[in-house]
């Protein structure tokens, strides 16, 4: 194929010489949402479409835009059908990531060097589905083709962990642990809200939620567990203990609460979450500002997570400081990472969080890698220029996958040629150092290993 090379996205000698330096260094996915269970059963895939499309959100949204029925995307038409619409809607996608990511996706993991569109669609499917047969594909595999080291999954908080203590007697290369998430408790108004809670057992107050919320912190920490992950669309003010108590009692009677008392809610258990965060020394993601479900009549039919979010307008950042505030005042605001998915937003949440950076360690408050929405060569770029012109990108923790698709892992590389272009741009422009040895270290660090230090991992 053209156009993709070993100088792909690398703009001079410099940002080569610096791709050179770390194209083959392992990767630590700190944020992903891979399914444990999969990883575990060392099951072979049984297509292209399995392995490729058939939980990747984003491939979906891609298809929609190109006007391709849902039948070809969700609904009842057959893996080769559903792969042939996705390769006729990709292949005139010019500029978008997935443009990019499945063409290298091919080539990375199958070998296959034909150039995705309609007319070559069914001979991609019969060479790469030979391949997955002949070299009985696992998901085991793909990570390890990838050179992965570390897998963080994204796990709710009523999950059954005893997996990962199965995934920790095999012999993988790689160790998996599951990072904490309790939206589906702090989503005080969701219809199946009450349903959730009851998955944690007998919960009729407040106190009782917050000691089962600890408890079940504990057992994710006994199967290895170092991160959690907290979303929300924007952050809300910390209200009165004793109101939210009142909130959730009324919600657990079956009462309909106002937004007003789920915005309370969410806010309170935001705080109350970070400060056992920091009890336990968890490194806390926070993501703010996906509005999520947009399409109701979808919802209704395919469920979360199906490629119906969006970017959010709200800026809470008075209420992000106020809450790092009352966190850093009572010393309890843990090691964070904050992800901003409006980028008119990121120069006021960077600017933010280099007021509560300490010398316990090293960029204590992280400013995330650019995501969903904003993880393309455009995105990554403007987080760059954000990052280095307010921050200290020698700190940062560089790239993850957050995706539910074993192949995700061509995005790091991805990442790691905007990266080197970015900094091999300024070395010719004469902006920055010209020692390749010293920049040299700094893009091996944000490729991986101060992801590795900042989680505590050997």
Not at 24 to 41: K, S
Not at 63 to 78: L, P
Not at 228 to 238: F, G, H, N, P, Y
Not at 353 to 362: E, L, V
Request: with cysteine; glycine share 6%; proline share 2%.
């Amino acid at each position: 194929m053209s156009y993709i090379n070993n100088n792909f996205l690398l703009k001079g000698k410099n940002a080569e010489t610096l791709f050179d330096c770390i194209k083959n260094l392992p990767i630590c996915d700190y944020h992903c949402h891979l399914n444990e269970n999969e990883i575990a059963e060392h099951k072979p895939f049984t297509d292209l479409f399995e392995v490729m499309l058939k939980y990747d959100h984003y491939k979906w949204r891609l298809m929609r835009f190109a006007g391709v029925d849902e039948e070809y995307i969700t609904g009842s038409k057959s893996p080769k059908e559903k792969f042939t619409a996705y390769c006729d809607a990709l292949s005139t996608a010019f500029g978008n990531p997935l443009y990019h990511w499945s063409q290298n996706e091919l080539k990375v993991y199958f070998g296959c060097e034909l150039e995705i569109n309609k007319e070559n669609a069914e001979a991609i499917w019969d060479e790469c589905n030979d391949y997955i047969k002949k070299h009985h594909l696992t998901p085991q595999a793909l990570i390890e083709s990838s050179n992965v080291t570390r897998i963080f999954t994204t796990n709710e908080i009523f999950d059954d962990v005893e997996v990962f203590e199965k995934l920790a007697k095999k012999d993988y290369k790689f160790k998996v642990a599951p990072a904490f998430r309790a939206d589906k408790i702090m989503n005080i108004d969701a219809t199946k809200y009450n349903e959730f809670v009851d998955k944690l057992g007998t919960v009729s107050s407040l106190y009782e939620l917050e000691a089962k919320i600890e408890e079940r912190l504990q057992a994710f920490i006994k199967v290895g567990c170092v991160a959690s992950d907290t979303a929300v669309q924007k952050v809300e003010l910390i209200p009165e203990k004793k109101e939210v108590a009142k909130i959730f009692k009324n919600r657990r009677n079956g009462k309909q609460i106002s937004e007003e008392d789920a915005a309370k809610f969410k806010g309170y258990l935001t705080y109350f979450l970070l400060k056992l965060y920091a009890k336990y020394n968890i490194r806390s993601e926070l993501h703010i500002g996906a509005m999520r479900n947009n399409n109701t009549i979808m919802l209704n039919k395919l469920g979360l997570d199906t490629g119906y979010d969006s970017i959010a307008e709200d800026n809470s950042i008075k209420n992000l400081s106020k809450l790092m505030d009352r966190l850093n005042n009572e010393n309890s605001l843990p090691p964070m990472i904050i992800f901003n998915l409006n980028p008119k937003q990121n120069t006021e949440i960077m600017t933010l969080i280099g007021c509560f950076q300490d010398s316990s360690m090293r960029g204590k408050i992280q400013y995330g890698a650019a995501w969903w929405f904003l993880d393309n060569k455009v995105g990554m770029e403007k987080h760059l220029k954000d990052l280095t012109a307010t921050g200290h990108i020698g700190a940062f923790l560089g790239m993850l996958t957050d995706s539910r698709s074993f192949l995700s892992y061509s995005r790091h590389l991805y990442f790691r040629r905007i990266l080197c272009s970015y900094f091999g741009e300024m070395m010719e422009n004469g902006e920055m150092t010209k020692d390749i040895k010293l920049v040299g270290k700094v893009v091996e660090d944000i490729s991986y290993n101060n992801a590795m230090n900042y989680f505590g991992l050997k």
